[in-house]
């Protein structure tokens, strides 16, 4: 698809301009995700800690004596109890835990590295616990979140010449989705729905490359056969992080078939195979059965209840379809109403031809419907539907060719209502109260968010560390730090520089000398 001319929304952009925006965006974003700090006592976050600290501690996948700390996530089979999620996130994050027990261990702290998360040692070591998880959440969510953001802001640059409104898109996907919340702590979401996109993008380009078209990209457009390989593993790892990841990379893979030429296919698959196979090995060692997951045990999931703890035989849960759309519960647009944009984006992009845009719907339509299906849709504690973070960027990608098209005055201040009404919704509850909203909530914005934020109880930060001295733990004034940190990393990143060349003086011709001076 060729990119449309939009030069009247264009920001002028030199080399050093862009390579200062990157920068800016990469820190604003990873400002506005590690100063908020992972909620403790979470069950969904520390059973995947749980897991890296019996891999790392005692090199097997049975978490027995880390069990209680995560008791609803958490499973028996056989003699042993393992925690009930997927091990990719899991297996990520290992090697910063070796990298961490490794430090301490020279500091002479190796006995209590041992010891995290152990019931005999729990409130002794509840702060290495505590700042594990939060290391944890920064290597395998926060850092890859900032940079998919960044790579989104630049994919978008194939459909939109518009530096401003693929700046707007980009920040509103990351501060103004469900995207923000789950970019604060230990979840797969975040890094599950950067490598879908990211490998929905890749085959995109892949199959440019075959094509001739100009490139915008020459490194990836002109190795096709590398970028069908890194797409391969960004899809499959998207499904080593999580299992539901399968329904949109599906789609994808089939729009693969169609786009890129058959000696690419195996590219395709050798990038995401390693991925299976590894889940495969995992669930063998830990299950004694490669066809048994954390999600099909005898214990839970299909096998007992049918999808996830539904009845078996059951289909789709009715409240699941208003409740995961427009509902002020896990409502995805009443959270983030500016994702209503999508709608008429699909069918301004469908003008353009191709079909990328019918992969971007029909992934999530299709996760949709299967998160439905599950009796707990509504995902727990929660900022909207937890489950379909992953297909937020899909769904974002065709709200710029409205952005792109509408000119009228009246209805881009609408628009941007819609923006400022998201961020507002969103930013409200996540960072009100000491955790996400419960599942018990059915208005969690307007019952339990505003009033937590009009009181002041807001959610642990790095602010609540740097003001608690002056006024408490919490309160409002704990967000102050951030607008001025991300000020002063504006002012620094455009900041005026001098040029490193010494500037010389204009050359004074030399005078030619008249002999008839030195007689």
Not at 357 to 368: D, F, K, M, T
Request: glycine share 10%; proline share 7%; charged share 15%.
């Amino acid at each position: 698809m060729a990119t449309e001319a939009d030069s009247a929304h264009s920001l002028p952009s030199t080399p050093d301009g862009s390579r200062r925006r990157r920068l800016w965006m990469v820190g604003v974003f990873l400002l506005c995700f590690v100063y908020f700090l992972p909620r403790g006592g979470d069950w969904n976050e520390d059973s995947r800690l749980d897991l890296i600290l019996a891999l790392g501690n005692q090199g097997h996948a049975w978490v027995d004596q880390y069990r209680w700390n995560a008791l609803g996530d958490t499973i028996g089979q056989g003699k042993h109890y393992y925690a009930s999620k997927a091990a990719g996130q899991s297996l990520t994050g290992l090697p910063l835990f070796m990298l961490y027990k490794g430090a301490m261990t020279l500091a002479g702290q190796g006995d209590d590295v041992q010891q995290i998360g152990v019931g005999s040692s729990w409130h002794r070591l509840y702060m290495q616990f505590y700042l594990l998880q939060f290391l944890e959440t920064v290597w395998t969510v926060e850092i890859p979140g900032a940079l998919f953001l960044l790579f989104f802001f630049w994919f978008l640059g194939y459909f939109s010449s518009s530096t401003r409104n693929r700046l707007l898109l980009t920040f509103a996907l990351g501060l103004a989705t469900s995207f923000f919340p789950f970019a604060q702590g230990f979840y797969p979401h975040v890094p599950t729905a950067a490598m879908i996109f990211t490998g929905f993008a890749l085959v995109y380009m892949a199959g440019r490359g075959t094509r001739g078209l100009q490139p915008r990209s020459p490194r990836l457009e002109g190795r096709p056969a590398v970028t069908a390989l890194l797409a391969g593993i960004c899809l499959g790892g998207a499904g080593w992080f999580d299992p539901t990841a399968a329904i949109p990379d599906g789609f994808i893979v089939l729009y693969a078939l169609v786009w890129l030429p058959r000696r690419l296919w195996l590219y395709l698959v050798a990038g995401g195979l390693p991925f299976l196979l590894g889940t495969l090995a995992y669930d063998k060692l830990a299950f004694e059965d490669a066809g048994v997951s954390a999600y099909n045990t005898a214990a839970t999931g299909l096998k007992a209840r049918g999808v996830a703890g539904a009845p078996a035989g059951h289909t789709i849960y009715p409240e699941a379809l208003w409740g995961l759309t427009f509902s002020p519960f896990r409502g995805l647009f009443f959270a983030s109403p500016f994702l209503l944009l999508a709608f008429p984006g699909f069918l301004l992009w469908k003008r353009r031809g191709g079909w990328e845009w019918l992969v971007c719907l029909l992934g999530p339509v299709a996760l949709y419907l299967f998160v439905s299906t599950i009796a707990y849709w509504q995902g727990g504690i929660s900022v909207g539907p937890r489950y379909l973070v992953e297909i937020i960027p899909l769904l974002a990608l065709p709200v710029i060719f409205v952005l792109d098209r509408v000119r009228d005055v009246r209805l881009r201040i609408g628009m941007g209502a819609l923006f400022v009404a998201s961020f507002v919704s969103v930013w409200v509850q996540s960072i009100s109260g000491p955790n996400f909203p419960e599942a018990n909530v059915m208005n969690p914005l307007f019952d339990s968010a505003l009033p937590a934020f009009e009181r002041g109880d807001l959610a642990l930060s790095l602010g609540s560390i740097f003001m608690a001295p002056f006024v408490g733990v919490h309160s409002l004034w704990s967000l102050l730090p951030l607008p001025i940190l991300i000020g002063l990393w504006t002012l620094y990143c455009f900041r005026p520089r001098r040029s490193s060349r010494l500037v010389r003086s204009p050359a004074v011709p030399r005078r030619t000398p008249d002999l008839s001076e030195t007689h």
